[in-house]
C-alpha cells in the first residue's frame, strides 16, 4: 500500500514568491492534514479536511496560505508570497478519523527555504 | 485547550542502556495518546498509542508506554537502545473522535556507542 505522496520534497524560494505543495494521501482515508514543522519544534495543524471540507482551519495565515482539496483526495497548500518565517517543512498527513484510529500516516514533508 | 509538554530537549544515552522519555498532557477528559518517531529527512511514525484500556501499552521497536491518568503523563520507555534508536521522538494528544492531534516540542535521543 502507497503512503502519502509528497511533492516536492525541496524548495528554494525568494520572499515574495509563490510556492505550492502537493499531496496524495492514502487511498481511502477521509481526512488529510497540513501540519507546519519550524526547526527543533513539533508538528503544528495548519488545517484539517475531512472529505472536501476544511473542518479546522483556524491556525492557518489566510492572508497569505490557501488550501484545496478538491474531490477529497489530493490536496494543494500555496503560500503567495512567502516570507522568510515561512521556511519550515510542511508535512502533510492522512488518517481515517471515525473508525477510533487517531492514528496519523504522515508523508515525508516539503523542505521550504525561503531566501 | 489540548496541550504537550516534553521536558528533555535531548537526551543521551549508552548503547544497551534503559530509556525512558517524559511527556506531560493537558487535556480536559480521557485523551487520546501518541508516541511518534522521526528520522533525519522523514516524516513521523507512529510508535504506539492508547485510547482505553490497560494502561500499559506495546508498540513498535520494542518501545512501551505507561498513561498515569493521575500525574497526566504518558511516558516511553525501552529496555534496551539499538544504536539505530537514534532520532527525535514526538508526543501528540487529541480528543473526542482523534480528530485533531496536538504535538509536543519533541526530544532528541542520541545513543552512544
Known amino acids: 500500500e502507497a503512503g502519502v505522496v509528497q511533492s516536492p520534497r525541496y524548495k528554494i524560494i525568494e520572499k515574495k514568491q509563490p510556492v505550492a505543495f502537493w499531496c496524495n494521501p492514502i487511498?481511502?482515508?477521509?481526512?488529510l492534514y497540513w501540519y507546519r514543522q519550524n526547526l527543533g519544534q513539533g508538528p503544528e495543524l495548519l488545517i484539517r479536511y475531512e472529505n472536501e471540507e476544511a473542518v479546522d482551519d483556524s491556525q492557518l495565515p489566510k492572508d497569505r496560505f490557501s488550501a484545496e482539496r478538491l474531490k477529497g483526495v489530493d490536496s494543494t497548500l500555496k503560500i503567495q508570497p512567502a516570507e522568510l518565517g515561512d521556511s519550515a517543512v510542511y508535512l502533510c498527513?492522512?488518517?481515517?478519523?471515525?473508525?477510533?484510529?487517531?492514528?496519523?500516516?504522515f508523508g515525508e514533508g516539503s523542505r521550504l527555504t525561503v531566501l | 485547550a489540548q496541550s504537550v509538554t516534553q521536558p528533555d530537549i535531548h537526551i543521551t544515552v549508552s548503547e544497551g542502556a534503559s530509556l525512558e522519555l517524559r511527556c506531560n498532557y493537558s487535556y480536559g477528559a480521557t485523551p487520546y495518546l501518541f508516541w511518534y518517531v522521526q528520522s533525519p529527512g522523514q516524516g513521523l511514525q507512529l510508535l504506539l498509542k492508547?485510547?482505553?484500556?490497560?494502561?500499559l501499552v506495546q508498540g513498535i521497536k520494542g518501545f512501551e508506554a505507561e498513561f498515569k491518568r493521575s500525574q497526566s503523563s504518558f511516558n516511553l520507555r525501552k529496555p534496551s537502545v539499538h544504536w539505530s534508536d537514534a532520532a527525535e521522538y514526538f508526543c501528540a494528544v487529541a480528543g473526542t473522535n482523534a480528530g485533531k492531534s496536538t504535538f509536543g516540542d519533541g526530544t532528541t535521543l542520541t545513543v552512544k556507542p
Open positions: 498527513a492522512s488518517s481515517l478519523v471515525g473508525m477510533n484510529t487517531g492514528e496519523l500516516f
Open positions: 487511498s481511502g482515508h477521509n481526512t
Open positions: 492508547y485510547f482505553s484500556g490497560d494502561t
